[in-house]
């Protein structure tokens, strides 16, 4: 059984920083594309960063050059550096592992983790 585990949400003042984790377990990850995604309040989820099987990292917009994202194939994990913290960045993160395989997506997802920024 495939399985994303995150770990590292919480809450924190803007200006803060937080690192999320992401453990798989079940698949041999390294061949797969990672990202993190969010759901703000209220919202619909989004991508915040991706990082393929190459190493190419993209990030979302309003996240760059405040959040990064790595990935340890030897781990089976990903994590998500989040500096400079903002309210906005309020939300459920989930853990993604998609790959393309004969034409057909595959995609994972982590149960979620709540990370809140507030003075």
């Known amino acids: 059984q495939v399985q994303l585990v995150e770990s590292g949400g919480g809450s924190v003042q803007p200006g803060g920083s937080l690192t999320l984790s992401c453990v798989g377990s079940g698949t041999v990850f390294s061949i797969y594309d990672m990202g993190w995604y969010r759901r703000p309040p209220g919202e619909q989820r989004e991508r915040v960063a991706d990082?393929?099987?190459?190493?190419?990292?993209i990030y979302e917009d309003s996240v760059k050059g405040r959040f990064t994202i790595s990935r340890d194939n030897a781990k089976n994990a990903v994590y998500l550096q989040m500096n400079d913290l903002k309210p906005e960045d309020t939300g459920i993160y989930y853990c993604n592992a998609y790959l393309l395989l004969a034409g057909v997506p595959v995609n994972y997802w982590g149960q979620g983790i709540q990370v809140t920024v507030s003075a």
């Open positions: 990082i393929t099987s190459e190493d190419i990292t």
